[in-house]
């Protein structure tokens, strides 16, 4: 009986995925019959207008009210709508990723990217050095891995599927036709970027999600989980650790910015210090975040909410 409520369970949430997969791939056919900027402008209006309706926006609000406690509920929810906008930007703009990808290291700021640190790049090829860029989710972070390759530097990425399969699979063929190598967030994906280290290539690695088997640190001053592969791949090959994002910019613009190499913390024997590490990146993306709080993907779920709101129930019944 059990095995067939699980079955049926199971047929059930594949039927759900297949018919949001569909409307997804409507909204994106839909969306290259429009000029790209057109189309991406209506993607962030449809954002303002779905996203707040949408089962994700009470922890869209949950997490604002986590990270900054200071602020206002009108400022949470201004911060909540024009996050929407943002992420629902990003899914039009996966249709136009070619378009997009206009950038010209011989002529910076003639298209739609502009790049603060190109001479890391350069000096990066130039040396045909191996490192580490790490990044977070905030603004299109799809075009980091791609502003590498045109000054030549070759670069895995880590890259997580969505839980949709059947957006995953359409997902990952738009990214490999636009950005290489990648390797799929699960088992094994060490293994893949290892691989890209050993050939002497570069990694990328998004550092701001959840992992439940991390190692525990802070974020916003409030406990999490991080995942530790970054620091152990820096400590295992040596190579140096490059913090990059995007920022969008008015006008449908975008800046890629690349920072010089950090000193990752060592501990008395002078090996790379895991959790230390860990700590800092956190404090890098956090940084970024509260610059640009309405550009990071506040839709899930980096704190754990639902513990920490079970632990100020009990706190609040012990205490009547």
């Known amino acids: 009986m059990r095995k067939s409520v699980l ?25 290259r019959l429009l000029p790209a900027r057109q189309a991406i402008m209506v993607g962030a209006e449809l954002g303002q207008l779905l996203g707040p309706i949408s089962g994700r ?3 869209v609000l949950e997490n604002l009210r986590l990270a900054f406690p200071e602020k206002s509920e009108a400022e949470i929810r201004d911060i909540a709508r024009k996050s929407w906008r943002s992420l629902f930007r990003l899914g039009a703009e996966y ?11 011989e002529q910076p700021g003639e298209g739609l990217i502009e790049v ?11 040396r045909n050095e191996s490192c580490i860029f790490f990044s977070a989710h905030t603004g299109n972070f799809e075009l980091l891995t791609v502003c590498a390759a045109t000054y030549g530097l070759d670069v895995t990425a880590l890259f997580r599927p969505p839980n949709n399969p059947y957006v995953a699979k359409r997902l990952l063929a738009a990214r490999r036709t636009a950005m290489g190598h990648l390797v799929p967030s699960k088992a094994g994906a060490a293994w893949g ?8 290539g570069s990694v990328g690695v998004l550092v701001d999600q959840k992992f439940d088997r991390g190692v525990p640190g802070t974020f916003f001053g409030r406990p999490v989980k991080t995942n530790p592969l970054l ?14 994002r995007c920022v969008r910019l008015p006008g449908g613009r975008f800046r890629v910015e690349l920072e010089e190499a950090i000193e990752l913390p060592r501990n008395e024997q002078g090996e790379i210090d895991i959790n230390a590490s860990a700590q800092l990146l956190n404090d890098i993306v956090e940084r970024w975040v509260r610059e640009y709080p309405d550009q990071w993907l506040w839709a899930h779920r980096r704190w754990a909410i639902r513990e920490a709101s079970r632990s100020r129930s009990t706190g609040k019944k012990k205490a009547g």
Request: hydrophobic share 50%.
């Open 116 to 126: 603060k640190g190109e001479e890391i790049f350069r000096r990066l090829h130039d």
């Open 57 to 59: 926006h009470g922890l």
């Open 95 to 105: 249709a136009y990723l070619e378009s997009l990808i206009d950038y010209d290291p």
């Open 193 to 200: 970027l290892a691989r890209a280290l050993d050939k002497g």
């Open 231 to 244: 620091p152990k791949l820096a400590r295992q090959y040596d190579v140096p650790v490059y913090p990059a």
């Open 7 to 31: 079955g049926a369970l199971k047929v059930v949430a594949r039927v759900r995925y297949w018919l949001v997969a569909q409307l997804v791939f409507a909204l994106l056919a839909i969306a």
